[in-house]
């Protein structure tokens, strides 16, 4: 008994004095890899500032690589606000689940239902269209508000249009991107809930996950955190307005709390994370159209087979910034790459840590 005890102890001792090492071994091969693949890449592209957070066998990891603004030689920290541009459409898509999973609305809700105005639409085509269509980007709808032949900001014409719309191909048999879409699916939970858009993410998704940095309107205070976005050739881009549909990609994040998202995405409970909340998420992740062998869609999510591997992505990209978040929801790892340039490349980038880490696992 006596001896039995005794190898417990010693057993359990090693364990303890060898877990340091394991972990200093793998926080090593992480920062080999990105002084392989990124600190070069970032280099030769020309990049001003790049902030990549990285989730890897339970340790998270954070890269930061020039400058938030060149004028004022900001550096880049895990807190600096990028522009996240179409990563915007996964906040919305997650908050589509959430009222799904607490039975307040069923992914099989045509749109109409929730506005008024087009209630009287009964056989046209915007009668067909459903809340995960919208989702999927399988509505049929043109990429931008404008191909409508209204301005961002014209909601109550926009609104009209669609009482007239012909989509070119029947609604639901085809992927096709659509900023307006996502816009859209964001009134319609506005209209759904009674709150708006910014309320809603910060009640249901940024402060249950405790992201401090995230915001639609960055606040004055915090002003100073904010990156500044840059055209090709490093020339200053003016900051992304979305005029009222906020859901085609107007939110604001750092690489820290957008760690703290993808987190929650693979499952991973933190004490104020909501077992809600998590499903709500799993459920954003299911695929729901094909839209070829090894690309399926999500809510929002892109889904990509990667040989055995199932990678969950999503990239967005605006006239000054380019983003990236990607993970293996099995492996339990992932990347996010936050550039202020539109030619950051990040989804290159992205994917290739990406295949890094899996190679290191």
């Known amino acids: 008994m006596k001896l039995k005890c005794f190898t417990r102890f010693i057993s359990s001792l090693l364990f303890f004095l060898s877990a340091p090492f394991a972990i200093a071994q793998v926080t090593d091969e992480v920062n080999s890899l990105m002084s392989d693949s990124a600190a070069p890449f970032i280099s030769s592209n020309k990049i001003p500032g790049v902030a990549i957070a990285i989730y890897f066998q339970g340790q998270d990891y954070y890269f930061n690589y020039g400058v938030a603004d060149t004028k004022k030689n900001t550096p880049v920290t895990q807190d600096t606000i990028f522009?996240?541009?179409s990563i915007t459409?996964?906040?919305v898509s997650t908050l589509l689940a959430v009222q799904v999973q607490a039975g307040k609305m069923s992914l099989s809700d045509p749109v109409v239902r929730y506005l008024p105005r087009l209630a009287h639409t009964k056989g046209l085509p915007i009668d067909q269209v459903t809340v995960t269509e919208l989702a999927t980007?399988?509505?049929?709808?043109p990429r931008q508000m404008e191909?409508?032949?209204v301005a961002r900001s014209d909601i109550a014409s926009f609104i009209n249009r669609l009482k007239a719309w012909k989509p070119e191909v029947p609604v639901g048999t085809q992927y096709k991107y659509s900023n307006i879409g996502f816009g859209f699916l964001g009134l319609v939970l506005e209209r759904a809930t009674g709150v708006s858009l910014p309320v809603l993410v910060?009640?249901?998704i940024t402060t249950p996950l405790a992201m401090q940095n995230t915001y639609f309107d960055v606040p004055q205070d915090k002003s100073f955190m904010a990156a500044q976005g840059y055209r090709p050739n490093n020339i200053m881009a003016p900051p992304y307005v979305a005029a009222n549909l906020l859901g085609g990609g107007a939110l604001r994040s750092s690489s820290a709390d957008l760690l703290l998202f993808m987190k929650a995405?693979?499952?991973?409970?933190?004490?104020r994370t909501s077992p809600a909340l998590l499903s709500a998420m799993q459920l954003a992740q299911q695929p729901y159209f094909e839209v070829k062998p090894k690309f399926a869609m999500g809510l929002g999510?892109?889904?990509i087979k990667r040989g055995k591997e199932l990678l969950i992505t999503k990239n967005g990209r605006n006239q000054g910034f380019n983003?990236?978040?990607g993970f293996s929801p099995e492996r339990k790892l992932g990347v996010v790459v936050l550039t202020n340039n539109t030619h950051g490349k990040a989804s290159l980038l992205g994917n290739k840590i990406l295949n890094g880490l899996l190679a290191l696992q």
């Open 83 to 85: 522009e996240l541009a």
């Open 89 to 91: 459409k996964v906040f």
């Open 137 to 141: 980007h399988t509505a049929s709808f």
């Open 147 to 149: 191909q409508f032949g």
């Open 202 to 204: 910060q009640q249901k």
């Open 265 to 271: 995405n693979l499952g991973i409970k933190t004490a």
């Open 301 to 303: 999510w892109q889904r």
């Open 323 to 325: 983003t990236f978040i």
